[in-house]
């Protein structure tokens, strides 16, 4: 019989230990008549012989062990009937922690998906560890090291490689470029997956590149792009201009090694070199360079091999590496760079920059729901002491009654915590729907960079919200318990329901609570209003250029193998075709879109002047095509734009922007100065060109810096500066949307395998930029009011309390003449002083706050006197109203009644 | 009246489980059995019979069942189960090994000086 069997079959177990005894006395008994004793007598000495059966039961009771398990049952049952007698109150507060878990949980749930769970679907993920050279922002082993770690190490089962790279997959209309992996053939096989359909790589698909042009396809996409055709493994696909033969479907799940990166297919890394198109590509061949540190390692540990151990093992080879064969110094950034080999298992997300996002996004949104939480316990802790106060009478008479002060507390924290327990089953169905709501604000990252994130809850979250569920039971019923189980028995068994009132004190408990609850909720809305002003900046801001009505769409005509002559032919002909559409005002080309992920700068030096190589000045170097400014909407200061006439052959030319104009010749007052000076422009091979023109300065650098000047930019002719990456920007009559498709088909029109990548107005790009201070309003927004919401009962709740204690005296002074304006002057002072109290402290912990908030805002400072002000009066506004309520109840108190009913 | 020696403590469990591993039998005819066999020597208490009794069924020592006695009603019988046996013969080892030696010195001291 195990002990939760006991404990259900209580009763029957109750039912044979009284039968049991019974047993033992009636034989005694008749022992003793047997041996002369009256029956009376027999019996008596029987009892005796046994001790008092009570007691005996009791000893039964605890030797076999369940006993506290049976006194919690029963605080639990008179829990319940304590509950159902107070409808009200036990939805009040299962509601405010339900709030206040829920909000937990839904984090919790986050930050698991982002930081903690393991990789899905692979077999004991464990045991898997990735390789990383120095702080692991990245790839950063070379295919010969990995082959040399792979061999020698005695710690790892096996050793993957892969590497991840952009893509072109032609699918006509709907060609587009996927994030794909490079991998050794053993990677499937490391992992433990099989494919759904079809194989993995073959051993011999690892050894001669160029030789296997095979691909194994993610089930997801395997789904959206080919509808589950199973038949189609063994098929070609076109993936860089190159036929490939599909030879499985991975199982559904898996994304790759690198969450939330979704992996769309993966091809052996002896692909490689033939994957790639850049000049000269074929002649170095990717996986026999020691300076190509492009690829990542996973293993997976021996059994009885500690990642610890394993990671001495592996970093004893890769000092061997090192030392004989050092890295030229050109290579690294730093000369001190931390090149030690570690282990990392794969927990989340591995991706090392958004990794760090993640942590500190986790770390703010943490402390806010924590801060929720402690409102919410406040406010629970609040209502539990109003109500102890009313059950003074019974707690007194069990502790005359002989119940130990320990028992009571026990059985106050049991109903506190089973009410913590109601309230998280509730808060996970909240916590769910929260989620979903947060996906919303996932990063919009372009594609290929797909996010995904699995926000369902699994047995860690649960785990997670039933201890904190115990914890916050214990906390807001610690207080209360301790309070309402002081035995001071007779005041309260004499009825003295003012019991308390001869010392309230008035900072109290209950009063502290509500002063803490107004802090809490007031310092994270004045975090939630920096957010909003960050907003209100970013909206406002001038960008130097106007994202709306302009529909943007990139190309990487390398991943196609187009050479130079063929791509700039693609581009004049594209363009041509997109200036004909209907709707179209004008076209152009550029480099680099603004606010995207992408920034170059180059030195740029004056002609005219010597300039010592460390006051180079730095610039964005954007090169575009003719009505370049006209379409992207920043206007020419000077000068003339971009023409026809600007070609390879003629002259090199250059606009500057007002600012890099500046920044060159400081001497100049009018930037049209500038005009006809030389410059020259590049790192290595310095190209003098003529300045003939000279743009208004723009916000055009990269996405996450909306609040930097705009930096100093020169722009160059397309023509003269051919990419093979490039972006087209149209700007249209109306909703750019609208000539998506348009767009599409004139793309194919040309060819029916490059595809059009990040297709999209202007303005979606630019609204990465502010998207972290959009998330955090929203967050700190939605958790703010919560907060305020709750303090706000909490100041009602003290309120109604204080008027009710105080009706008599209420009565009185009414009696005595006082008008109700004096009565609701009163009760609101009183509330008052609380709240500005809890305000004034509120003020000091958002100073403390905001300043971690510092690098998450723009256009206004982290102590902005506007917001901190506006939010303390609204907090003051609600906490007027939370105490106008009670206190005009109080006026409707009739001084007769009052007066008698005591 | 012989005067009766008090148990040395947890020597309960052990001839409890002793009494036990001769057949299946209810609390009652323990306390007997222990009695009569000591010649009277030992007196348990019955008052700490019962839990301990339920505290060796706790820990898996003995294992109960309902059966019907020759006069027709229902009792508790307690049997020993494996682990009891093997914890009833570790035991007894001790118990005589600690025996031994004390007689052993009580003798000495008897014989010495």
């Keep these: 019989m195990t002990w939760w069997h006991r404990l259900f079959h209580q009763r029957q177990h109750e039912e044979q230990l009284e039968k049991e005894l019974r047993h033992h006395l009636d034989l005694h008994t008749s022992d003793l008549i047997a041996q002369g004793y009256s029956p009376e007598e027999a019996q008596r000495q029987a009892h005796l012989a046994l001790g008092g059966s009570e007691q005996v039961k009791e000893m039964c009771r605890e030797a076999r062990g369940t006993r506290w398990l049976e006194e919690l049952l029963k605080d639990v049952r008179i829990g319940v009937r304590m509950f159902r007698k107070n409808p009200g109150f036990t939805l009040v507060v299962i509601a405010t922690l339900a709030l206040g878990i829920g909000a937990n949980t ?226 690294r950034l730093n000369p001190n760079d931390d090149r030690s080999l570690k282990l990392i298992s794969p927990q989340g997300i591995m991706l090392g920059p958004i990794r760090e996002m993640a942590v500190t996004s986790s770390r703010l949104a943490g402390a806010t729901v924590l801060t929720v939480l402690l409102i919410a316990c406040a406010n629970v802790a609040n209502l539990l002491m109003a109500r102890a106060a009313r059950r003074r009478k019974e707690v007194a008479v069990r502790l005359a009654l002989g119940a130990t002060r320990w028992r009571l507390i026990r059985q106050l924290l049991t109903e506190s915590v089973l009410l913590a327990l109601v309230g998280a089953t509730a808060g996970l169905f909240l916590a769910y729907w929260i989620n979903q709501l947060l996906m ?184 575009v095509g003719s009505k370049y400014f006209e379409t992207i909407g920043t206007p020419l200061l000077r000068g003339r734009d971009f023409t026809a006439q600007d070609t390879i052959k003629s002259p090199a030319v250059a606009i500057v922007s007002e600012k890099l104009a500046h920044s060159l010749w400081p001497e100049i007052n009018d930037p049209g100065e500038a005009l006809g000076k030389r410059l020259r422009v590049g790192r290595s091979n310095p190209i003098s060109c003529e300045v003939i023109g000279v743009a208004k300065d723009s916000r055009t650098n990269i996405f996450n810096r909306l609040d930097r000047a705009p930096e100093p930019t020169i722009y160059r002719p397309f023509t003269q500066n051919y990419s093979a990456l490039a972006s087209l920007i149209v700007r249209t009559d109306g909703d750019p949307r609208s000539l998506i498709s348009a767009v599409q088909h004139e793309v194919a029109a040309l060819d029916e395998n490059l595809p059009p990548q990040n297709l999209q107005p202007l303005s979606e790009t630019v609204s990465l930029a502010s998207w972290s201070a959009r998330t955090g309003a929203a967050v700190l927004g939605v958790f703010g009011l919560l907060g305020l919401v709750l303090a706000a009962i909490g100041i009602y709740g003290v309120m109604s309390y204080s008027v009710s204690r105080r009706t008599r005296e209420i009565g009185l002074r009414m009696a005595l003449g006082a008008e109700t304006r004096d009565v609701i002057k009163l009760i609101v002072k009183q509330g008052m002083g609380l709240t500005l109290i809890g305000a004034i402290i509120g003020v000091m912990l958002a100073l403390a706050v905001t300043r971690l908030l510092a690098s998450l805002l723009y256009g206004v400072t982290a102590t902005d006197p506007a917001t901190f002000a506006g939010v303390v009066l609204f907090v003051i506004g609600v906490a007027v109203l939370a105490c106008y309520l009670p206190a005009r109840r109080a006026t409707k108190v009739d001084p007769m009644m009052a007066l008698r009913c005591e | 009246m012989k005067p009766k020696s008090d148990l040395p403590q947890g020597t309960l469990d052990l001839l409890i489980l002793k009494v036990v591993a001769l057949g299946p039998i209810h609390g009652y005819a323990i306390a007997q059995r222990l009695e009569q066999v000591s010649r009277g020597v030992v007196q348990v208490p019955q008052g700490s019979l019962y839990p301990a009794l339920h505290r060796l069924e706790n820990r898996g020592l003995l294992a109960a069942g309902w059966k019907v006695t020759e006069t027709g009603r229902e009792a508790k019988f307690y049997r020993v189960t494996r682990k009891g046996q093997a914890q009833l013969e570790t035991e007894t080892a001790g118990w005589q090994r600690l025996t031994q030696a004390v007689s052993l010195i009580l003798k000495m001291s008897e014989g010495g000086a």
């Design chain 1, 106 to 331: 839904a984090i919790f749930g986050l930050v698991d998906a982002l930081l903690l769970r393991p990789l899905p679907v692979v077999k004991a993920p464990g045991e898997l560890v990735l390789l990383m050279r120095g702080d692991g922002r990245g790839p950063t082993l070379s295919y010969p090291d990995f082959a040399v770690l792979r061999e020698r190490n005695e710690v790892l089962s096996d050793l993957a490689l892969y590497t991840q790279a952009p893509i072109s997959f032609g699918n006509n209309l709907r060609s587009e470029v996927v994030l794909g992996a490079m991998v050794s053939a053993n990677y499937f096989d490391v992992l433990g997956i099989k494919p759904s359909f079809g194989r993995a790589f073959l051993p011999e698909e690892d050894r001669t590149p160029g030789a296997h042009p095979v691909v194994v396809l993610n089930h997801s996409f395997w789904q959206s792009r080919f509808n589950s055709d199973r038949t189609l493994v063994g098929q070609t696909i076109v993936l860089n201009n190159r036929r490939f033969t599909i030879v499985g479907i991975a199982p559904s799940g898996f994304d790759g090694e690198s969450p939330p990166m979704k992996v769309s297919l993966w091809i052996p890394v002896m692909m490689m070199a033939s994957m790639r198109w850049e000049p000269g590509a074929l002649d170095h061949d990717p996986l026999n360079n020691r300076q190509n540190e492009d690829f990542g390692a996973i293993g997976r540990l021996k059994q009885d091999v500690s990642i610890s151990q394993a990671q001495a093992a592996l970093e004893t080879i890769n000092r061997q590496l090192e030392e004989s064969n050092p890295p030229p110094p050109e290579q």
């Design chain 1, 440 to 623: 919303a604000f996932k990063p919009p990252f372009p594609p290929p960079f797909t996010f995904t994130l699995d926000v369902s809850f699994d047995i860690r979250t649960f785990v997670f919200t039933f201890l904190l569920a115990i914890a916050t039971g214990v906390i807001f019923g610690l207080v209360p318990a301790l309070q309402a189980s002081r035995p001071d028995v007779l005041p309260a068994l004499k009825d003295e329901s003012n019991a308390e009132s001869p010392r309230v004190r008035w900072l109290n408990l209950r009063n502290a609570l509500v002063i803490t609850q107004v802090a809490l909720s007031l310092a994270l809305l004045i975090s939630t209003g920096l957010f909003l002003r960050t907003l209100r900046y970013a909206r406002q801001i001038d960008l130097g250029f106007k994202p709306d009505q302009v529909l943007a769409v990139s190309f990487n005509l390398r991943l196609q193998g187009y050479n130079e002559a063929k791509g700039r032919e693609f581009y004049q002909r594209i363009l041509e075709r997109l200036e004909s559409l209907p709707g179209v005002q004008t076209a152009s080309v550029t480099n680099l879109l603004p606010l995207g992920f992408m920034w170059l700068s180059t030195p740029v030096v004056p002609e005219d002047r010597e300039v010592p190589p460390d006051d180079r000045i730095f610039a964005g170097d954007v090169c």
